[in-house]
């Protein structure tokens, strides 16, 4: 399906007619859609509808993949089409942070977790790195529960904390958007519950774009939702309507669970 791309200065992400081939296969079929700043969209369908692709399309990870890429069509990002000449995917990634379905720390301190992306972008001041390390992991929620173990291991904390430290080493670099992959896929309710808190709480600072296969989770953080079927984005609506009166039977049967 195809939408009108309205490309404002209030559009984060404008996708248009976008294409993408894992080699031969196509996953992803004219997909248009426009994500506001500082919105919430959740991507939602069953599995291997393209939806993790069109994520990792958006900050580029898909180049790392052999034979992987957008056969037609235009994602741009604050009005520059992302594979144009003068995006630096490196750079790109800093822009649009990502947060994984499993959590991913590093072998070090909590502190350098999260100070690592800021000293790779050069800053070195042990003063300044406090404090984007502090801010960092209070924008995460997690700054009282680990200002006492900055410098123990990332692995002593919970899966939930992990997985707020990994959002904590995201957010350390000042993207613009966050990508979400499953983000509470591997935890408990009290965990997914602080993570789902403070996915609300980011939203004055960042767009976010969450992959989630949690109905109920779409429906409590996201301010609209895109049903992927088969690399298509069937219906994009306010989340509200897509799961309370959808304008396509497919995105009915899937919001009451007749498939997936
Ligand atoms: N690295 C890859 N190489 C080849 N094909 C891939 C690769 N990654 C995904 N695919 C294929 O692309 C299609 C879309 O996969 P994708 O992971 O984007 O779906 P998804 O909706 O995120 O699924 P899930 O909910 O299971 O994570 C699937 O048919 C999948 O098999």
Not at 52 to 67: I, Q, Y
Not at 146 to 173: H, M, P, W, Y
Request: charged content about 25%; some cysteine; overall charge negative.
């Amino acid at each position: 399906m195809t939408a009108p791309v309205s490309n404002s200065p209030e559009t984060a992400i404008a996708v248009d007619g976008v294409d993408f081939c894992y080699g031969r296969s196509r996953a992803l079929k004219e997909i248009s859609l426009e994500v506001r700043k500082r919105e919430i969209v959740a991507f939602i369908g069953p599995s291997g509808c393209g939806k993790s692709t069109l994520l990792r399309c958006f900050n580029r990870m898909n180049d790392l993949v052999p034979g992987a890429r957008v056969t037609q069509g235009t994602i741009e990002i604050d009005g520059v089409e992302i594979h144009s000449p003068e995006v630096d995917p490196v750079e790109l990634r800093r822009r649009v942070g990502m947060v994984f379905q499993k959590s991913n720390p590093f072998p070090r301190t909590i502190y350098e977790n999260v100070a690592y992306g800021p000293r790779l972008a050069g800053i070195s001041d042990k003063s300044e790195l406090d404090g984007i390390v502090e801010k960092a992991l209070r924008g995460s929620a997690l700054w009282d529960e680990v200002k006492d173990r900055l410098n123990e291991s990332a692995f002593g904390l919970s899966g939930g904390q992990q997985q707020r430290l990994c959002i904590a080493r995201t957010i350390a670099v000042k993207p613009e958007i966050v990508l979400m992959d499953e983000p509470c896929s591997a935890l408990d309710p009290v965990a997914t519950a602080k993570v789902e808190e403070l996915i609300l709480d980011l939203k004055r600072d960042y767009t976010i774009v969450i992959v989630t296969h949690n109905m109920q989770q779409a429906t409590r953080v996201s301010d609209r939702t895109a049903f992927f079927y088969l690399g298509e984005m069937v219906e994009f609506d306010e989340t509200s309507t897509i799961f309370s009166n959808p304008r396509r039977q497919e995105t009915e049967d899937y919001v009451t669970g007749r498939f997936g």
